[in-house]
């Protein structure tokens, strides 16, 4: 697994570019490639954090869209300790 952060105005882009690219909706039955930034999961910054397999960034559109999203800095890649960090619900005895 690979794990991500950006806006919400660049997750949304990059996902409707991979829609677009890869015919979405299909008549497979597939609507979108990610799940859109309304419902995806957020931190604490309002970030939209993603968590994909291996085999997503190795799709020839995103491998060629990857390097320059994280180059920019648009896209930043994260440890799997911050995602969770971001997706879990805080700890109410934690303070």
Do not use: K
């Amino acid at each position: 697994m690979r794990f991500f952060r950006s806006t919400p105005d660049v997750y949304e882009q990059v996902r409707l570019q991979l829609d677009a690219a890869w015919g979405n909706p299909s008549p497979n039955g597939t609507v979108t490639c990610i799940e859109p930034e309304a419902t995806a999961p957020h931190d604490a910054h309002g970030r939209v954090v993603l968590a994909v397999h291996d085999e997503f960034c190795a799709f020839p559109v995103v491998a060629e869209l990857m390097p320059q999203l994280l180059a920019s800095g648009a896209v930043e890649e994260i440890t799997e300790a911050e995602y969770q960090a971001a997706v879990q619900p805080p700890d109410p005895l934690q303070g």
